[in-house]
C-alpha cells in the first residue's frame, strides 16, 4: 500500500516484530520484502505501531490481516485472532472509517463481525465493514499483491465499494479484473479457490498412485493432460504434495463449516483431497525403507528441504518435516538442511539433527531425499553428489530430476509415481 502511494501505519501487537519491521527487517522470508520495505520507509509512507490508539486514529481504511490457523482438536479454523483485532480497533475508532478483513474465515464470519463493529464503534462514528479476501502465494507475495488475478470484495454499500476502487485504483487502471459481491460469496470465493487447487494437487496425486501401481509415469501423464487448456499444466506437479499455513486448514475449515450449514455431503470429496494428500508422506518413508532393504534403523539419511515450498521460510504443515520425523521415529539418522527453514524448522522439531549446507546433509548418507525444490537442490548433479555419499540411493519426492540421468550415473533413484525399474 505504502509502494502504491498511500500513508501506512501498520500495527502488530509483538514489539519485537514492530521493531524489526521499523528497521526494514521482515520477521520471515520473502523474496523482494527486505528492499521494498527499505524503499518505502525511506518515502517516510510507511511507519510501525504497537499502539492500537494510534492505528485507530490514523486510518480511513482499517486492513484485518491476522491468521485464523486450525483449532487444536478440530478441523475448525481458529477465530481468537480475528475477533481479538476488532474488539480492540472498534471501539476506539473515532472518524469514519471503513474495517476490511482480509483473513481466511468461515462463510457467515463477516456478517458476525459486521454487527460486532456496529455494537462496538463509539456512538455516532461512522464505520462499516468490507470483506477483500486474499489470494497471494508465499514466495510471489509481492508480485502477488501488486498484479493480482483478480480483486474480490464483498461489500454492503455502494460507499464501501466506492472506497475499495479507490484503494485499489492503480490496479484497477492496469486492468486488473474485480468481483463485487456480498459478503457470504467473498468468504467462499477464497476457500473454494483453495479447495480447487488442493484437488487439482491431490487428483495428480492420486493419479501417481495409480502410475506406481501400473509401471506408468506420471510426469508425461501430467504433461500430456495438461495440454487441453481446460486442463492446464499448472498445480500439477506429482509429488510430495502440499502443506503450509493455508491449504490444508483451509479445506479442513471449510468441511467443518459446511457441516454446521447442513452441506457435509457437498464437500465430503475434500476428505479424500486430504487424505491422499497425506498418504503421499507415507508412500515417501516407504520409498526410502525400501532403498534401506527393509528397516530404516542406523540409516543416514539426508533430507533435503524443510519448508513446506521452494522460496519460503514456512514450515507449518511442512510435508518435508513430516518425512523427516516420520524417518527418525523408525530409528534413521536423519540430517535436514534447508536454504533458510533451518531456523524455524529447529524450534518446530528440536529434537531432529540439522545440517549446515548440503555437503554436511549428503555427507556420508546411506538415502539422499529431495523434499522441497529449492533451486539449490534442483542444479544437483549425480557426479556432485557421488564422492559425498555412502550409498547411491536417492528418493526425488518432487519430481525435479532426470531418473535416466541418475540411473546412468549409477544411482538408485525412486520419484513419486514414476516407474521403479
Ligand atoms: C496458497 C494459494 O496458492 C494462495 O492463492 C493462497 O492465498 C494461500 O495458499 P501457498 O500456501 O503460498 O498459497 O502455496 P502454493 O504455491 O499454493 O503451494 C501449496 C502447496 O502445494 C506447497 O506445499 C506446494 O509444494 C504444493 N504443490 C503446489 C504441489 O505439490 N504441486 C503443485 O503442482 C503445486
Request: glycine share 8%.
Amino acid at each position: 500500500m505504502a509502494d502504491l502511494g498511500f500513508d501506512v501505519l501498520a500495527f502488530d501487537i509483538d514489539a519485537e516484530r514492530i521493531a524489526s519491521l521499523s528497521s526494514g527487517v521482515a520477521p520471515f522470508f520473502e523474496p523482494g520484502l527486505n528492499d521494498l520495505l527499505t524503499k518505502v520507509l525511506a518515502t517516510g509512507r510507511l511507519r510501525f505501531t504497537t499502539s492500537v490508539e494510534e492505528v485507530a486514529e490514523f486510518g480511513d481504511v482499517h486492513f484485518m490481516c491476522v491468521g485464523t490457523p486450525q483449532k487444536v482438536g478440530s478441523n475448525a479454523a481458529d477465530l481468537r485472532h480475528v475477533s481479538a483485532a476488532l474488539d480492540s480497533l472498534a471501539p476506539l475508532l473515532t472518524r469514519p472509517a471503513l474495517v476490511v478483513g482480509k483473513s481466511t474465515v468461515p462463510v457467515g464470519t463477516a456478517a458476525l463481525l459486521a454487527e460486532r463493529l456496529a455494537q462496538l464503534a463509539p456512538a455516532g462514528v461512522d464505520v462499516e465493514l468490507a470483506w477483500n479476501p486474499e489470494f497471494l502465494r508465499e514466495g510471489f507475495a509481492i508480485n502477488d499483491t501488486l498484479s493480482p488475478d483478480r480483486l474480490v470484495i464483498g461489500v454492503t454499500s455502494k460507499r464501501a465499494e466506492a472506497t475499495l476502487r479507490e484503494v485499489y485504483a492503480s490496479l484497477l487502471s492496469a486492468d486488473v479484473p474485480i468481483v463485487v459481491t456480498d459478503f457470504a460469496t467473498a468468504e467462499l470465493v477464497k476457500v473454494a479457490a483453495n479447495a480447487f487447487l488442493a484437488t487439482k494437487i491431490s487428483f495428480i496425486n492420486a493419479m501417481a498412485e495409480v502410475c506406481e501401481a501400473a509401471g506408468a509415469d506420471v510426469t508425461v501423464l501430467a504433461e500430456a493432460i495438461g495440454h487441453d487448456d481446460r486442463i492446464g499444466h499448472r498445480f500439477l506437479r506429482a509429488g510430495l504434495g502440499f502443506g503450509g499455513g493455508c491449504l490444508p486448514k483451509d479445506i479442513r475449515a471449510f468441511m467443518a463449516r459446511a457441516g454446521e450449514l447442513g452441506v457435509d455431503e457437498a464437500l465430503m470429496f475434500l476428505r479424500e483431497v486430504d487424505a491422499i494428500n497425506l498418504r503421499r508422506r507415507d508412500r515417501t518413508v516407504d520409498m526410502a525403507r525400501e532403498l534401506a532393504g527393509g528397516s530404516l534403523q542406523g540409516v543416514v539419511v539426508a533430507c533435503l528441504g524443510a519448508s513446506f515450498k521452494p522460496n519460503s521460510d514456512d514450515v507449518r504443515d511442512s510435508p518435508a518435516l513430516h518425512v523427516a520425523a516420520s524417518l527418525q521415529t523408525e530409528g534413521a539418522t536423519v540430517r535436514v538442511y534447508d536454504p533458510e527453514a533451518m531456523a524455524n524448522a529447529s524450534r518446530l522439531f528440536p529434537t531432529l539433527h540439522f545440517a549446515q549446507s548440503v555437503d554436511d546433509s549428503v555427507g556420508g548418507a546411506d538415502i539422499v531425499m529431495l523434499l522441497t525444490e529449492w533451486n539449490e537442490f534442483c542444479a544437483l548433479t549425480p557426479d556432485r553428489l557421488a564422492p559425498l555419499v555412502r550409498s547411491r540411493h536417492l528418493v526425488d519426492a518432487r519430481n525435479v530430476f532426470d531418473p535416466a540421468q541418475w540411473r546412468a550415473a549409477g544411482w538408485t533413484i525412486r520419484s513419486l509415481g514414476r516407474p521403479s525399474l
